[in-house]
């Protein structure tokens, strides 16, 4: 069972920026396709991004697709989503995910494990 760890939340003011980082404790990190979701307050768990076990395939939330990119590093076992022109409405705890069956998944139910989650706050 892969364990997952987010790192790189905070507080960053409007138009700021971030990168997260999503450490897996499994070395067949590879063989996971791996995605970012977040919750804000109040709301349930929204898809943000996600990549093909290779890196090669990426998909975004219309909400921030131009301003986030999602990356991986295969070799070090971690997963990353740098977020640019940040927006108060970014505001969310920031979770990781792995799903073990797929090249590629969209869906929080696609997921089998999942991180602890970091929080990310924009002030405008």
């Known amino acids: 069972q892969v364990q997952l760890v987010e790192s790189g939340g905070g507080l960053v003011q409007a138009g700021g920026s971030l990168k997260l980082s999503c450490a897996a404790s499994?070395?067949?990190?590879?063989?996971?396709?791996m995605g970012w979701f977040r919750q804000a307050p109040g709301k349930g768990r929204s898809f943000v991004a996600a990549?093909?076990?290779?890196?090669?395939?990426?998909y975004y939330a219309a909400s921030v697709k131009g301003r986030f990119t999602i990356s991986r590093d295969n070799a070090k076992n971690t997963m990353y989503l740098q977020m640019n022109s940040l927006k108060s409405e970014d505001t969310a705890v920031y979770y990781c995910?792995?799903?073990?069956?797929?090249?590629?998944?969209?869906?929080?139910?696609?997921?089998?494990?999942w991180g602890q989650g970091t929080q990310v706050t924009v002030s405008s």
């Open positions: 499994d070395r067949t990190f590879s063989t996971y396709a």
């Open positions: 995910a792995a799903d073990r069956d797929r090249n590629v998944a969209v869906t929080t139910l696609e997921y089998d494990y």
């Open positions: 990549i093909s076990r290779s890196g090669s395939v990426t």
